[in-house]
């Protein structure tokens, strides 16, 4: 068991969680950087070390992968900022994270040391001041809470300061990869004006370890509202039973599944990836299962920045004017009718 996190090819090893490397695996740990916390190894779980541990698959890269799979790049009106949504933004405060995830849809820019650089952000903050259309910050990377709490009180007061702002997002794995950084200071940086979401990102129950469940609480007991985001990942959560264990997990820590994701077209990430007629079976088959409350939308970001949209199951079709059939969770199947609607045309 490391108190510190593994970093490397040679830590990998030491911990036992490789063998001796390749040199493609060492190919594929010199192109995407290596971080695994003290508390995921600690977790010891398979579904947990294929998130973090790299293997000679990624050294694979099929044609259809892209640097940038978002497309984030072609909406940037300012370093570090994103705004393809009228009314909210994604604020880029770091490139650092506690963990860097083998699948990562940012994989080509997470891992360059530091914050965004205070020149940077004054030029964010310029932005949003006269952006009033902007009522949401979401403040992503990296992961925002590796930042000192003093850094992210001084953001959350500089955004707090503008009117406009009802909503400050964070977008992180840290509650769960590094419980410890939620601290006092932390939280007490949170409580500002506008509303605090945190929305954090976790892929299988075996991440949630006591001291993530404690740090979870933490989080609650100040009165910040939890969601979650995972991604839906080929060998590691793409069965109904460890979804349905995940989602009850979360529920039961105060967390409201929000978003699970098509795994996005990231470079060397094709063994991660699902179908999403497999993805759609298994958001059916959770439908019956599990409570309303516990269930994500399952979303994919479309490829080259069209932004994001559910992955809606068939439960409908359309048979003729107003007229529907309507499939059940079992699969039964229902007529369903309109009230009938005078042409507005024909007024
Ligand atoms: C995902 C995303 C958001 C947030 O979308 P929500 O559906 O509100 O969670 C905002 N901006 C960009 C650029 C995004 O990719
Ligand atoms: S924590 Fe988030 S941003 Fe960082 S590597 Fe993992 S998925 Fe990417």
């Not at 001796?20 to 594929?28: C, E, I, N, Y």
């Not at 995407?32 to 890269?61: L, S």
């Not at 978003?259 to 759609?280: K, V």
């Amino acid at each position: 068991m490391t108190k510190r996190a593994i970093e490397s090819l040679s830590d990998l090893q030491r911990a036992g969680l490789i063998p001796a490397p390749t040199s493609t695996l060492q190919d594929v740990a010199d192109t995407f950087r290596i971080r695994m916390t003290p508390e995921m190894h600690k977790a010891g779980d398979a579904a947990v070390n294929a998130q973090f541990v790299p293997t000679e698959a990624e050294a694979v890269i099929r044609p259809e992968e892209l640097y940038d799979p978002i497309g984030d790049a072609a909406f940037s009106p300012t370093a570090g900022l994103t705004h393809r949504y009228p009314d909210r933004v994604i604020l880029h405060s770091t490139q650092t994270c506690e963990v860097y995830c083998r699948f990562c849809f940012r994989r080509e820019g997470v891992g360059q040391e530091g914050a965004l650089p205070d020149a940077d952000m004054e030029k964010v903050l310029a932005y949003l001041r006269e952006t009033s259309a902007v009522r949401e910050v979401i403040l992503t990377g990296g992961d925002p809470m590796v930042l000192s709490p003093r850094r992210i009180a001084r953001l959350m007061q500089a955004l707090a300061a503008i009117p406009h702002v009802d909503v400050i997002r964070f977008h992180t794995r840290v509650p769960v990869v590094a419980p410890q950084r939620i601290t006092e200071a932390l939280i007490e940086a949170l409580d500002v004006r506008p509303a605090v979401f945190v929305v954090v990102h976790t892929n299988h129950a075996a991440e949630i370890t006591e001291a993530a469940s404690e740090a979870l609480r933490r989080l609650t007991r100040a009165g910040i509202p939890l969601l979650s985001q995972s991604v839906l990942l080929r060998g590691i959560n793409d069965d109904a039973q460890v979804l349905a264990d995940l989602f009850r997990t979360l529920v039961r820590n105060r967390v409201k599944p929000y978003y699970l994701h098509h795994c996005d077209l990231a470079r060397g990430t094709s063994h991660f990836r699902t179908t999403i007629a497999e993805g759609q079976k298994l958001m059916q088959t959770l439908r019956g299962d599990l409570s309303g409350i516990a269930m994500p939308t399952y979303v994919i970001d479309i490829p080259g920045g069209h932004g994001k949209v559910p992955l809606v199951s068939d439960y409908l079709t359309r048979t003729g004017t107003g007229r529907y059939r309507i499939t059940d969770w079992r699969g039964g199947v229902h007529d369903y009718a309109d009230p009938p609607r005078e042409d507005p045309t024909s007024a």
